[in-house]
């Protein structure tokens, strides 16, 4: 099977996207790696897509696909191929998020109106928190955490994140505090 990227990419996206992950074969038989080549089509179709709904689309697929793995009892290595796809998605639509959605205003309402459908405001600063990874970290820890054969979850991921901020903080008081002391 072969995912055909459509020239209009909205046209047709989700069935794209269906059909990437409609070659696993997962009634008891164990996943051949070519079958696992279908998630690499699906992150082909990530790198393409632009807008919100298209990469929302790819991330709740590889979740949904991450779920029925891990009731199918697949090994880790292939259930943590579901999930770097959607930790990918998930970086993606932090960035679209972090473009596109107004930040603050006066009433709650006003911010709650500025999300795209079926993004709530919590959500939004999870998947911002994400995008707020250096891609190189980023891709270290993905490739740390399956190297340790642990399980791959979007938490690791925003956990990195808040130390990263903490760190950035820490270092900038220090140096506030060395300019005090030097001065």
Not at 25 to 38: D, N, W
Not at 156 to 174: C, E, T, W, Y
Request: hydrophobic residues 40%.
């Amino acid at each position: 099977m072969v995912l055909t990227i459509p020239s209009d990419f909205s046209r047709g996206f989700e069935s794209a996207v269906l059909a990437a992950f409609g070659g696993l074969r997962l009634s008891g038989h164990p996943l051949e790696e070519t079958r696992l080549a279908h998630i690499d089509r699906a992150r082909l179709a990530l790198d393409r897509a632009s807008s919100v709904a298209e990469v929302k689309t790819i991330r709740d697929q590889a979740e949904a696909i991450r779920v029925f793995l891990k009731q199918q009892k697949a090994s880790l290595a292939v259930q943590n191929r579901a999930a770097e796809l959607k930790l990918y998605a998930e970086r993606r639509l932090g960035e679209l998020l972090h473009k596109t959605v107004r930040k603050g205003g006066p009433a709650k309402l006003q911010r709650e109106a500025s999300l795209p459908a079926g993004i709530s405001r919590a959500q939004s600063h999870r998947l911002q928190l994400v995008a707020s990874v250096p891609e190189r970290r980023f891709e270290t820890h993905v490739a740390e955490v399956k190297a340790r054969g642990e399980e791959l979850t979007s938490v690791g991921v925003r956990k990195l994140a808040q130390r990263i901020r903490r760190d950035s903080r820490v270092r900038a008081i220090s140096k506030q505090n060395e300019s005090a002391c030097g001065a």
